[in-house]
């Protein structure tokens, strides 16, 4: 295409078109006479035929110097057909190519079919806003839910200009015709406001009702379904338009009272909290001032996608919400990506839980970057991406400690839930959680998450670190908790530095383990009211067991050598302490021992003997009624 740069200098663009199908992409372009049309086409079948395609996009869009009268971004030829995998990446790549632009493209009429207002608004951001008089929103093409009021972001952004402002849907859904009321009353930015469709439950002489204001509408028989508004004077001094520009405005300035906001938001739940501080800034800062308790059940955050975070919030009665971050962000320096998405996961997560007094009942977060690590491209990360991983969880959680740290009362939280975490990432939350409520923390290392995942990625072994408790078990958040599982590389502290004998229930594995651990585990847990099991693994040991039988006594009950089991009577109930030490190496690490009566004792071992062998040993004490 470059050869045809000084033909184009001498006769500028007057109209582009981009049009792509499921098999070809197409770019038309229009000159003043003599040269009329030229056009290029790149079909599925080629070779990297999106990159190329792109290629002389952007040398055509960044060399551009005058007026394009038409812009035209279509999904063309699919009536239906629509899939949204093969417009996302067509539209970023746009986006790419003007964003590449010293200035913005000057451009008198567009029409961009994208996956979603908000994509189509961030193309439309790069135009130049003195130039533009009509703006075409196409999205005929599927059946979708669509925010249109994103549009409204043009009302700021045009800076005083007046446009005419066109919708193409695939049907007229009610709230659609609620925000349409909300284009009405933007006179000094919209001249005429279209609306195309396919489908609509409600016929004319209804949509007069609903709106209230005057329309014009296809006549009988038409091919092309469509009501207009035409924001002239006539339609200013319309006794429609005057009640709903009065009924705005009198609603603005009431819920901006907070006294009156008070008793609105009490009958409301969370989300419709969220959709009332949208409104306005006004209402907004009304809600914040109230501090409504947003009565959030559990809140997670999940790092599967350094570019692309997830979270889900419930709410109870199963009411949850999912979404992903960054999705319409896009840069070549994959770091700023990152932390964009982070800040919106961080600023969500300040905005949802300011006002939270309630107890969470789980607070869960995730940093495997499970997806990331599995691209096709890259099937064997390598270190460097690991380390490059790891920082940006070390990033995001000195700003989440910040967050937390900030917050006029402790954050209320019955679970805590960190996988792929080391134990200097989890002393950036836990000190900030409410030790009163605080019942159960869970705790996974890298290998152990990856474990999880099925070993999907292998973590270098240069990487492993021990999980060290020193600092952590000193918390009171750890000395109030009941429950503890870590799952982890041994775990170095020792036992009797641990703090652990308040616990009801444990699983974890440390390092090492002695016989005086076992004797001062046993003289603790025969006085715990709370006590229920114990799932100690160690890697190495010091016991003996003549050393051991002259400390706790001889064993109740010997199956092998390795093997053997004790019984305590408990001191403050009729129960039974049950110590099991395992010595072997061939019992699966995820046995169960629950509570059971004497007579069901034996079938108990003979599960333990068909279990899978595993690797490590074993340490197991629970109470049982005998």
Not at 38 to 49: A, L, M, N, P, V
Not at 294 to 323: M, Q
Not at 505 to 517: A, C, G, L, N, Q
Request: hydrophobic share 35%; net charge positive.
């Amino acid at each position: 295409m470059s050869q045809n740069y000084p033909r184009m200098a001498l006769s500028p663009i007057t109209s582009m078109g981009i049009f792509y199908t499921e098999k070809s992409l197409k770019c038309e372009l229009y000159f003043n006479d003599p040269y009329g049309k030229q056009s290029f086409e790149y079909k599925e079948t080629k070779i990297d035929h999106l990159k190329n395609f792109v290629e002389y996009l952007e040398e055509i869009i960044y060399n551009q110097a005058g007026l394009v009268n038409s812009l035209k971004i279509k999904y063309s030829g699919l009536e239906e057909n629509y899939k949204k995998n093969k417009l996302d990446p067509v539209i970023n790549q746009i986006f790419k190519c003007l964003e590449s632009r010293k200035d913005l493209l000057q451009v008198k009429r567009l029409s961009i079919d994208a996956v979603d207002m908000s994509q189509a608004m961030t193309v439309v951001k790069l135009l130049d806003p003195s130039v533009l008089k009509k703006v075409e929103f196409c999205f005929e093409n599927r059946d979708e839910d669509i925010n249109i009021e994103d549009a409204l972001a043009l009302v700021k952004w045009n800076e005083g200009q007046r446009m005419k402002l066109v919708f193409k849907l695939h049907t007229i859904r009610p709230e659609y015709l609620e925000s349409v009321k909300k284009f009405l009353l933007q006179q000094s930015t919209f001249t005429e406001i279209f609306i195309y469709y396919k489908h609509c439950v409600h016929d004319i002489p209804s949509l007069r009702t609903i709106i209230g204001v005057p329309m014009q509408h296809e006549t009988p028989g038409s091919k092309e379904k469509f009501i207009k508004f035409q924001l002239s004077h006539s339609l200013l001094l319309s006794a429609g338009l005057v009640k709903l520009t009065l009924s705005n405005n009198v609603s603005a300035k009431v819920l901006e009272n907070p006294l009156i906001m008070k008793r609105v938001i009490q009958s409301f739940g969370f989300w419709n909290v969220q959709r009332l501080r949208k409104t306005s800034r006004g209402i907004r800062d009304c809600v914040d001032f109230l501090k409504p308790v947003t009565n959030i059940d559990e809140y997670n955050v999940f790092f599967l996608s350094d570019t692309h975070p997830s979270a889900r919030i419930e709410t109870g009665r199963y009411w949850s919400k999912n979404w992903i971050y960054g999705k319409h962000e896009t840069s070549e320096d994959r770091n700023v990506l990152c932390q964009k998405a982070q800040d919106q996961v961080l600023n969500d997560f300040e905005v949802n839980l300011g006002h939270q007094n309630t107890c969470l009942e789980k607070l869960k977060f995730i940093f495997s970057y499970i997806d990331t690590l599995r691209k096709e491209e890259n099937p064997n990360p390598s270190i460097e991406e690991f380390q490059r991983l790891n920082q940006l969880t070390i990033q995001f959680l000195w700003k989440l400690k910040e967050i937390l740290s900030t917050r006029s009362q402790l954050l209320k939280v019955k679970v805590l839930k960190v996988l792929c975490c080391t134990d200097d990432n989890v002393m950036k939350i836990l000190p900030y959680l409410d030790p009163k409520w605080l019942k159960k923390i869970e705790l996974n290392d890298p290998r152990s998450e990856y474990g999880r995942l099925r070993d999907r990625v292998k973590y270098p072994e240069s990487m492993l670190k021990p999980f060290v408790l020193d600092e952590i078990c000193q918390l009171e958040q750890w000395k109030s908790a009941k429950e503890l599982k870590i799952r982890s590389q041994p775990i170095p502290t020792s036992i009797q530095k641990m703090n652990i004998t308040h616990f009801s229930r444990i699983w974890i594995e440390v390092d090492t383990i002695s016989s005086e651990d076992v004797l001062y585990l046993k003289n603790h847990l025969l006085l715990s009211t709370t006590f229920q099991r114990f799932i100690i693994r160690f890697k190495n040991t010091t016991i003996d067991y003549e050393t051991l039988h002259g400390l706790i006594g001889p064993p109740d009950r010997i199956f092998s050598d390795d093997d053997r089991i004790w019984f305590f009577q408990m001191e403050v109930n009729h129960q039974f302490l049950e110590v099991s030490l395992d010595r072997s190496r061939n019992k699966s690490e995820n046995v169960d021992l629950d509570e059971t009566d004497g007579d069901s004792f034996d079938r108990m071992r003979s599960v333990l003997g068909n279990m899978n062998p595993a690797y490590g040993l074993m340490h197991r004490i629970r109470y049982r009624e005998k």
